[in-house]
């Protein structure tokens, strides 16, 4: 599958308010969205099954499309990552089923007790054909992006997309998620808000992803920096790791932090996750470290307006056929 992350992006319309994450969980678990709080019963009762838009065995996740009530919906369901602190519990109070035995090797079945069986699901509903489009797999095409594609094809193509970053400014104006955020400096001009992303469950640090968000409006991704964003991107490297080893108690040997080109949503934001963990989208024809990022920017502070760049983009993407279109690809 070419990607499997559950993101928080627009696709164009405002979906923020039909997207809910829950767990099947242990009562008094905080499974919703920040201070919505839990949702009550099974919201996936009723759904319908329509087709299976991907899977990864290897990542143990799958993309369904499907309809509540005739409304068009994505769910995603992700098992969630084995805990170090819940492993007495496992070994303790689950049934194993033999199902192989040869000399010193055996197979078993395993069956966790209830608490210890959680899947991750997230629920997009009402949900656009993009939003299926996205989630299916497709096979993908890595574009070649001269500084003059980017004035002719790409900045068009963005301008004409009704991307909606409500949700972003939700954050920042503290309308939601409140509850979420890590570390947070105000300063409109350099500061940002630090909290964890959705595809990390907060429950243990092997996978550990948070992403931070600038107050700055207008910086839409890489192709937008310039020298003058220094003191800004300086100011969330910095601080944003100081306040994962105060929290989380990583240091910054141990942390890998990037932007995105094509970013997910044209609002400046930063990437912070664990070194070890295979994050989607940490490759490298689409992740750029910030580290790099500042020093490129020192030497050349048009680096990133004359610069080629590469990124991934999708079949059925649209700023691909733009591509096509004029004979870039």
């Given at each position: 599958?070419?990607?499997?992350?559950?993101?928080?992006?627009?696709?164009?319309?405002?979906?923020?308010?039909?997207?809910?994450?829950?767990?099947?969980?242990?009562?008094?678990?905080?499974?919703?969205?920040?201070?919505?709080?839990n949702?009550?019963?099974?919201?996936?009762?009723?759904?319908k099954?329509?087709?299976?838009?991907?899977d990864?065995?290897?990542?143990?996740?799958?993309?369904?499309?499907?309809?509540?009530?005739?409304?068009?919906?994505v769910?995603?369901?992700?098992?969630?990552?084995?805990?170090?602190?819940?492993?007495?519990?496992?070994?303790?109070?689950?049934?194993?089923?033999?199902?192989?035995?040869?000399?010193?090797?055996?197979?078993?079945?395993?069956?966790?007790?209830?608490?210890?069986?959680?899947?991750?699901?997230?629920?997009?509903?009402?949900?656009?054909?993009?939003?299926?489009?996205?989630?299916q797999?497709?096979?993908?095409?890595?574009?070649?992006?001269?500084?003059?594609?980017?004035?002719?094809?790409?900045?068009?193509?963005?301008?004409?997309?009704?991307?909606?970053?409500?949700?972003?400014?939700?954050i920042?104006?503290?309308?939601?998620?409140?509850?979420?955020?890590?570390?947070?400096?105000?300063?409109?001009?350099?500061?940002?808000?630090?909290?964890?992303?959705?595809?990390?469950?907060?429950?243990?640090?092997?996978?550990?992803?948070?992403?931070?968000?600038?107050?700055?409006?207008?910086?839409?991704?890489?192709?937008d920096?310039?020298?003058?964003?220094?003191?800004?991107?300086?100011?969330?490297?910095?601080?944003?790791?100081?306040?994962?080893?105060?929290?989380?108690?990583?240091?910054?040997?141990?942390?890998?932090?990037?932007?995105?080109?094509?970013?997910?949503?044209?609002?400046?934001?930063?990437?912070?996750?664990?070194?070890?963990?295979?994050?989607?989208?940490?490759?490298?024809?689409r992740?750029?470290?910030?580290?790099?990022?500042?020093?490129?920017?020192?030497?050349?502070?048009?680096?990133?307006?004359?610069?080629?760049?590469?990124?991934?983009l999708?079949?059925?993407?649209?700023?691909?056929?733009?591509?096509?279109?004029?004979?870039?690809?």
């Amino acid at each position: 599958m070419s990607e499997t992350p559950v993101k928080r992006e627009t696709d164009g319309v405002e979906t923020d308010h039909f997207t809910h994450k829950v767990k099947k969980a242990r009562v008094g678990d905080d499974g919703g969205r920040g201070e919505d709080g839990n949702e009550s019963g099974n919201i996936l009762h009723g759904f319908k099954t329509t087709k299976i838009l991907s899977d990864s065995a290897r990542e143990k996740t799958i993309f369904i499309h499907g309809q509540f009530a005739e409304k068009e919906a994505v769910v995603i369901l992700e098992k969630t990552p084995f805990r170090e602190d819940t492993l007495d519990d496992l070994f303790t109070d689950s049934v194993l089923k033999l199902e192989m035995r040869n000399d010193i090797y055996s197979t078993y079945r395993l069956q966790a007790p209830h608490h210890l069986n959680e899947i991750k699901t997230t629920v997009v509903c009402p949900a656009t054909d993009k939003h299926v489009k996205k989630y299916q797999r497709q096979e993908s095409f890595l574009v070649e992006e001269t500084g003059d594609d980017y004035q002719s094809i790409t900045l068009p193509y963005i301008q004409q997309q009704s991307f909606s970053l409500q949700w972003v400014y939700n954050i920042l104006e503290k309308k939601a998620e409140c509850d979420r955020i890590v570390f947070e400096d105000p300063d409109p001009k350099v500061g940002f808000v630090l909290l964890p992303d959705f595809k990390w469950d907060q429950k243990q640090v092997d996978d550990l992803y948070l992403i931070a968000i600038a107050h700055c409006r207008g910086i839409r991704s890489l192709r937008d920096l310039k020298s003058e964003h220094l003191p800004l991107l300086q100011n969330i490297f910095q601080k944003g790791k100081e306040a994962i080893m105060q929290r989380y108690n990583i240091p910054a040997s141990k942390l890998r932090v990037y932007l995105h080109y094509q970013p997910s949503y044209y609002h400046l934001h930063v990437h912070f996750t664990m070194l070890g963990y295979e994050a989607p989208g940490c490759n490298v024809e689409r992740a750029h470290l910030l580290a790099d990022i500042i020093q490129n920017l020192q030497s050349d502070p048009q680096y990133y307006r004359t610069r080629t760049l590469y990124f991934p983009l999708r079949a059925e993407d649209g700023l691909l056929s733009r591509f096509k279109e004029m004979g870039r690809l």
